[in-house]
């Protein structure tokens, strides 16, 4: 499955577009993540334990919108945006949300 932030795809041509598609995902940081980063949070500087769930958050919403475009039968998803919110409550919690157009190729 080809996932581009592009409208078009060099080299092949869209025959079909079938529709929006999306991945959502929201994730909370667990305890042993919070307290790694209450510490890095004195230090100063990155927030490693954070990054980590951020990135693993992304990864795993662009995987749903790859999943739900391959049960349309797409071949493709063209036009690939994330979107990250972040909230602070007891924890954090990312929320990340990946959307795009299914397209069939030739």
Do not use: P
Request: hydrophobic share 45%; charged share 20%.
């Amino acid at each position: 499955m080809i996932l581009t932030t592009t409208q078009i795809l060099e080299g092949h041509t869209i025959t079909e577009y079938m529709g929006l598609v999306f991945g959502d995902v929201v994730s909370s940081a667990t305890f042993s993540r919070d307290t790694r980063a209450s510490f890095q949070n004195i230090l100063g500087g990155r927030v490693n334990a954070y990054e980590e769930g951020l990135i693993s958050a992304r990864s795993q919403a662009l995987c749903e919108l790859e999943k739900h475009a391959n049960e349309m039968g797409a071949d493709a998803v063209i036009g690939v945006k994330i979107d990250n919110e972040v909230f602070l409550n007891a924890s954090v919690t990312w929320m990340v949300s990946a959307s795009g157009t299914a397209v069939k190729l030739q």
